[in-house]
């Protein structure tokens, strides 16, 4: 499966090592990025589609696989898709690549519905649901 969903950032001083290399947690912080802007692309608007629904969604798990270092100033791509679909949760995947080409990190994680009153897991909306095979669809 592709990748159709890119997001470029460049490597800021902050979120590097005194080696500077990019610290290891900031791929997540990366991921979060893409995945907002993913999200956003999709027409996903979190006030709109979550909390007026009263529901909202956490992360249930979350990997990285390192590959290559990012270092300060690199531009990268954070490339996002949806992965497996369940009945309260989906994943998405993720590809951080510096701009040219070299693969730095592959990254997963697993959103979960939550009700927001008894913060328990909940079923994805069907409209949330027909969002998400859509794009995954597309990125066949």
Do not use: K
Request: hydrophobic share 40%; proline share 1%.
């Amino acid at each position: 499966m592709g990748f159709a969903f890119a997001h470029r950032q460049r490597v800021r001083f902050g979120e590097t090592d005194l080696q500077g290399v990019v610290y290891y947690a900031n791929y997540l912080v990366f991921a979060e990025v893409g995945r907002v802007a993913y999200l956003r692309e999709l027409g996903i608007v979190y006030e709109r589609d979550f909390l007026a629904r009263g529901i909202d969604f956490t992360i249930g798990e979350a990997n990285v696989r390192y590959r290559a270092p990012l270092r300060f100033d690199d531009e990268f791509d954070i490339r996002v898709r949806v992965g497996d679909i369940w009945q309260s949760s989906w994943s998405f995947r993720y590809a951080i690549d510096r701009a040219d080409g070299q693969h730095c990190a592959a990254a997963w994680t697993v959103q979960v519905v939550l009700d927001r009153r008894s913060s328990r897991a909940t079923r994805i909306s069907p409209e949330l649901r027909e969002v998400l095979e859509r794009a995954r669809q597309a990125d066949r």
